[in-house]
């Protein structure tokens, strides 16, 4: 008799069980569990089966959901990251390829804050764009023009780049002719009707398999035979088209980047390659190891602040952290100032001071007052 199951016992063992179970939320830490595990040792008829659903609610606590995995971020390795001046194409070709490999198995992954690395990326880019239009904010002057301005304000020239580096960074792939459009007013170059066929051509030359670098160079050399004035138009779709290459959903935002770099003159003077220069291909080749191994690097760095931010989320009490949260992953910078359904200004800035003190986020304004965070 005693090796028949006692079918009825098993199962109101593991009803207990599961009560016990449900009754526990979901945010209990372990020592929670193990308090409630003491207060039902009581019922010792059911303890095999009171284990096993012990076990299986201590497994939910440790083990992080699917979202929440850490990625490991891609390094570039140090002989692909240029270092001194290269003259040899191929050398130059082959450093681009396995930075921009790595480059790609990040993105591929889609990390839960790639947007706020992309758009990071963007305001890199909008930075390094001031020089060609004559102007002199660097990226702390374009975040505050953005986050800062008053609602219904027109950003100005200076923030309209940024606007158009953040409208590729954030908007999925291909874009279409009336995108194009935009974004060219909003880098301050006229329309020609030339540019109405980029579009297509950049599909064209995607569709014929060059490498991407490759390709990136022609469509900057074709924007500069359209108008030899339109450089920051050149570089806007060269990063367009590298990522349309490598099969990305969103462009992630590399050569603009390194415009100004200085591994990428050339000439005994040491000139700047501009798009439709002899140089020029050479120089996009070089942007690209370059900027996916600087692309790498921030990833690394934001990564590691977001983890920290995930971590202390169970700490933060206020109603809408979850949304502050997700513009924290999902942007680049948000103001301190920032109101929704569930956050008045008041409740906005102690739940930064909250974060800051966690150390989970960064006061990026370096002021005491209208301050701006992010990862």
């Not at 980029?198 to 398999?209: H, N, Y």
Request: glycine share 8%; with cysteine; net charge positive.
């Amino acid at each position: 008799m005693d090796a028949i199951v006692d079918f009825g016992r098993v199962f109101r063992g593991i009803l207990h069980g599961f009560e016990a179970y449900q009754n526990t939320s979901d945010k209990a830490s372990l020592p929670d569990i193990k308090a409630c595990r003491q207060a039902v040792r009581k019922k010792r008829d059911y303890w095999p089966e009171l284990h096993i659903a012990f076990m299986l609610l201590e497994m939910n606590q440790q083990l992080p959901p699917a979202s929440h995995v850490t990625i490991a971020v891609p390094r570039v390795p140090a002989w692909a990251t240029p270092r001194a001046r290269i003259d040899d194409p191929v050398a130059s070709a082959y450093m681009a390829g396995s930075a921009l490999n790595a480059l790609d198995n990040l993105v591929q992954a889609e990390p839960v804050w790639s947007g706020a690395w992309r758009h990071r990326l963007a305001l890199k880019a909008a930075g390094a764009c001031m020089k060609l239009i004559g102007r002199t904010e660097d990226e702390a002057a374009l975040r505050d023009t953005w986050l800062l301005r008053q609602s219904g304000d027109e950003p100005g020239p200076a923030g309209n780049v940024l606007a158009a580096w953040r409208r590729l960074a954030g908007r999925a792939l291909p874009p279409a002719t009336d995108d194009l459009q935009a974004v060219t007013a909003l880098l301050g170059v006229g329309w020609s009707d030339g540019f109405g066929d980029l579009i297509d051509v950049t599909r064209d030359e995607v569709r014929s398999g060059a490498p991407a670098p490759v390709i990136a160079a022609r469509i900057a050399e074709a924007v500069m035979r359209e108008d030899p004035k339109a450089e920051i138009l050149a570089w806007w779709l060269a990063d367009c088209a590298l990522s349309w290459r490598m099969g990305w959903r969103h462009a992630v935002p590399i050569l603009g980047v390194q415009i100004h770099a200085p591994l990428l003159r050339s000439g005994p003077e040491g000139r700047r390659a501009r798009p439709g220069s002899d140089a020029f291909k050479q120089a996009v080749f070089i942007a690209s190891a370059l900027g996916a191994a600087e692309a790498c690097r921030l990833a690394a760095d934001i990564a590691a602040q977001a983890e920290r931010l995930r971590a202390v989320v169970p700490k933060l009490r206020s109603k809408a952290a979850g949304d502050v949260v997700d513009r924290l992953l999902g942007d680049e910078a948000v103001s301190g100032t920032l109101t929704a359904k569930n956050l008045s200004r008041w409740a906005s800035r102690r739940l930064f001071d909250r974060l800051i003190e966690l150390g989970a986020v960064r006061e990026l304004g370096g002021r005491s007052t209208f301050r701006i965070y992010g990862l």
